[in-house]
Each structure stands twice: as structure tokens, then as C-alpha cells.
């Protein structure tokens, strides 16, 4: 079974760093991309950032480009979202997500999901 556990979420300022950790456990792909999600309330899951299962090529939302970074060691390795320069707009339940080889865009294209870890900005 595999489980994908988030962690490092938290209540900050606007202005503050975050910075969320996804470990991939169990019986997985040979090489999975990562992507991190995120759903604000009543709202849609959308997009945040993905990479892909070297690491080479990494893929973000307008909305967090030049923020946030996506980063992983390697294949097998934790991946990480750093987030810099918070807004409260960025307050939202953020997932992270793994499917085979290729990074994407598209939620419905990720195969296994975490739990969601609660990332909360105050203004």
C-alpha cells in the first residue's frame, strides 16, 4: 500500500516561510513525478507546483511562481515545497500527490494523494 504522509503546515503572517515535506512510503512506482495541490475553502482543488521523478524539470501556477519552490533529492527522496513570501490568499489545505514518470498539471492525472496538511495566513 503506498501512503504519501504531508507535513509542515501551520498558522503564519503574510510576509513568513513555510516549508511542507512529503515522504512517499510502501510499494510505488519506479519513478513517480510529484505535484502539490491545494483547496482553499469552497473552492477547487487547484495547482500549486509539480516536478518530475529526476528532479530536472519543475512546473508552477502563476499565482506561486517566484515564491514557491518544488524540490526533491532525488527519485525516491522527499519532496518539499518552499514557500516564501505567504499571502493570505495562500491559506488552503495543501496535497501532495505522486503519478508515474511525467509531471502534470492535471489533478485527475495523479494516482495516489496524501492527506493535506493545513497551511493558514494571517494578514
Known amino acids: 500500500q503506498v501512503q504519501l504522509v504531508e507535513s509542515g503546515g501551520g498558522l503564519v503572517q503574510a510576509g513568513d516561510s513555510l516549508r511542507l515535506s512529503c515522504v512517499v512510503s510502501g510499494r510505488t512506482f519506479r519513478s513517480y513525478a510529484m505535484g502539490w495541490f491545494r483547496q482553499a475553502p469552497g473552492k477547487e482543488r487547484e495547482f500549486v507546483a509539480a516536478?518530475?521523478?529526476?528532479?530536472?524539470?519543475?512546473y508552477y501556477a502563476d499565482s506561486v511562481k517566484d515564491r514557491f519552490t518544488i524540490s526533491r533529492d532525488n527519485a525516491k527522496s522527499p519532496v518539499y515545497l518552499q514557500m516564501n513570501s505567504l499571502k493570505p490568499e495562500d491559506t488552503a489545505v495543501y496535497y501532495c500527490a505522486s503519478r508515474p514518470y511525467d509531471a502534470s498539471e492535471r489533478s485527475s492525472e495523479y494516482v495516489y494523494w496524501g492527506q493535506g496538511t493545513q497551511v493558514t495566513v494571517s494578514s
Open positions: 516536478i518530475t521523478w529526476s528532479g530536472a524539470n519543475t
